[in-house]
């Protein structure tokens, strides 16, 4: 089964040649996409634990999500470059992973969910800033962040562990790579 | 006994055993490992971050440290304890790579400066010093280069070259 072709070519592009055959290439691409990631779900977490009413109860919701979410975008942008290098590395082994696809549509939920959350629950903000509890719209945006951004996690991880298509959990190569 | 070989007798232990047998056991580790690297690092990053005055400024340093360090000691707590059974699981893969020795030392001096830090800030609460500044930002750095070298374990021939001890083991990263 062959991936379609703009996997293909995405995979023999320079970019994709240049990170196969250098060695250092992966560690660092590598290194650095788990610190990104590490900090996006960290900084999230800040925020979600706000929106649910269990940390920084007297602090506004609107200064702990502008004080992280800078990081968090910072990170995420750092991750989403980083994940494409592994990507152009070995795209059809990644289009054909059950782990990679769930990854990418949790990522797309967390999307989802965030913009619902910022274009109607938060634009009524105000309203709840200071609340302890938020709206229950926004506890469950903050629960939803959460259990999507951590499967986001052990997905990313699943990947290092699956080839191809196959479900069954095996490691691929001596070095587990994400 | 060298510690080759201590890796290689704990990797026949029967708890080393019992973790290899579960197939989903390692990713599911290494996952609750990872998310705690995440939970761990931001927290002492806000705390640094409000030394430095950039974050929270306008609230006692005290009660950002009240706030962020029972995350940050008890996803140290399970990191530890994650990292641990990753490393009786696969000691050879984790003992015997110049990565993982020096990831160690560093996290230890981490938890020590941690726990100094801890003691230090609730006697004092006053500005920043120009000393501590230089600490937290060091201390950043620590961090930085504890979470790289947790990843380089994976690659620790191609960072490290002829100083990683994998190649004394014939190139078996297992």
New interface residues.
Partial sequence: MNPPAIIQSIESSGIGEWLRST??A??IV???H??C???????I??VDLRLLGL??RA?AVTAVST?MLR?TWAAFAGAVVTGAMFFAANASTYWFNNAFRFKMLAILLAGINMLVFQFVTYRKVEAWDRNASPPGAARLAGALSLLIW?AV??LG??I??TKGGIE????TD????F | MSLEQIATSMQSTSLSEALKDI??L???L??IH??M???????M??IALRVLGL??AE?PLPQVWT?FAPFFWTGLAVMALTGALLTIAEPVRELMTLSFRIKVVLLAIGIASAAAFGRGVRVAAAPASGGLRVAVLATVALW?AI??L???I??DT??WGGWSPVKSLGG???
Avoid: K
């Avoid at chain 2, 690297?37 to 927290?43: E, H, L, P």
């Fill in positions: 060695e250092i992966m560690p590598n290194s650095l788990v610190l990631i590490v900090l996006v779900y960290g900084s977490l800040v940390r920084d602090r004080e990081l951590t996690i052990v991880r699943v290092g562990f069954v959990i095996v490691p001596e070095d587990f790579a | 197939s989903w390692v990713p599911a290494q996952s990872i998310l690297v995440g939970v761990v690092f931001v927290s990053l806000a974050m929270r609230m706030r930085l979470i790289l947790g990843r380089a994976a690659y191609s960072v078996a990263a297992t």
